[in-house]
């Protein structure tokens, strides 16, 4: 509770410079301040940018100094013009370093030794995770260079992190929703660390669904596999903390938050309070995705916990688990310009 009036200062500063709010939640825009703030990292990477409001917030916790790395398939000067509802911010101090648009290397891709080379500085930086990929790949290329702090934006439980029908994951005939058929199959965008380790499976799971790549890159776990990914989250994983959130449309999630929950007036009430934005006009509604702080336990790369047996993709479809078109868009961005980077030898990384 100390922390609020911080964070809420940063947010006034913020909505002065972008008054329409856009990509993150403020619940989540919490969270990843009082991280920077605590932690005080030597550098942070931003994987998922948008329009970089979420830039602008780190700049303001990290102060003036503290390099950002950001990355993002699209580049927020295009993705979001000056005369577009949202606008736009890209820091002009020359300490953040931008890797957008045709400029694009995915996380996974850089060579990490040649662009923070020194590795007492990679100890100590964060790397904020807001790009829909598996968590369980993300973390491995983090212990391969030696990187141990993540904070995981879009933290999906098992019951919504497994499902085709945001990315666009399924088969020609997509598996029913039937708990009969023993399948994990509601919305969401990734393999997080909740879908990994939240929840034990119930006794009819008889797969669950990874994901990885904006939905690109999908495939149906045994409960053996599943079992196999959840013990390298245990040995893999030192610190695993969720964030409450600020504010809550839900009665039951009102003993977690820090400053209320209600609907109607309450809920509008309480946030006038504390001179925060409507529902109708917080990005996500005031909902909550479990934003997590990771810190991985010392160590390199374990391997694959599959040992490279991962089950055949399932092929994305459209037909009837589309996805918003902004996501599909960001996809297949994503997707084609990690191909050209490496097509065309982008070795400034």
């Not at 699209?74 to 890209?90: E, M, R, V």
């Not at 030696?146 to 879009?154: H, I, L, R």
């Not at 991962?310 to 961005?333: D, G, N, R």
Request: hydrophobic share 35%; with cysteine.
């Amino acid at each position: 509770m100390d922390f609020v009036p911080t964070f809420l200062k940063e947010w006034r500063a913020q909505e002065a410079a972008l008054p329409e709010h856009c990509c993150m939640g403020i619940n989540h825009m919490f969270g990843l301040s009082f991280l920077v703030h605590t932690l005080k990292p030597s550098a942070i990477i931003e994987s998922g940018v948008s329009a970089g409001h979420q830039t602008f917030l780190l700049r303001l916790a990290a102060g003036k100094s503290v390099p950002i790395l950001a990355f993002d398939p699209l580049d927020p000067t295009s993705a979001y013009p000056s005369d577009g509802k949202y606008g736009h911010w890209k820091d002009p101090s020359g300490v953040t370093r931008y890797f957008v648009g045709s400029g694009f290397k995915d996380f996974a891709e850089v060579d990490w030794d040649r662009l923070i080379p020194d590795k007492s500085i990679r100890q100590r930086t964060l790397v904020v995770l807001d790009d829909r990929q598996s968590s369980v790949e993300r973390f491995r290329i983090m212990q391969k260079y030696g990187f141990k702090w993540a904070y995981y934006v879009e933290n999906y439980p098992v019951q919504t992190g497994t499902s085709s029908e945001i990315s666009g994951c399924g088969t020609s005939h997509s598996p029913s929703r039937d708990s009969s058929e023993g399948l994990r199959y509601p919305s969401g965008g990734a393999f997080s660390p909740n879908a990994v380790c939240g929840a034990p499976l119930a006794p009819s799971t008889k797969h669950v669904l990874y994901k990885d790549k904006f939905g690109a890159k999908c495939a149906f776990l045994t409960r053996d596999q599943h079992s196999k990914m959840l013990n390298y989250m245990k040995s893999s994983l030192k610190t695993y903390f969720k964030f409450p959130a600020l504010f809550s449309p839900c009665a039951e999630g009102g003993k977690t938050t820090l400053l209320g929950y209600g609907v109607g007036d309450r809920l509008k009430h309480r946030l006038l309070e504390y001179r925060l934005p409507t529902q109708d006009r917080e990005v996500l509604g005031y909902g909550h995705l479990f934003p997590a702080f990771i810190e991985l336990t010392p160590g390199t790369d374990p391997g694959d916990p599959l040992q490279g047996t991962l089950p055949e993709m399932v092929t994305p479809t459209v037909k009837s688990h589309a996805a918003p078109k902004m996501f599909t868009s960001l996809l297949a961005t994503w997707v084609v310009a990690a191909s050209v980077s490496t097509l065309l030898g982008l070795d400034n990384a």
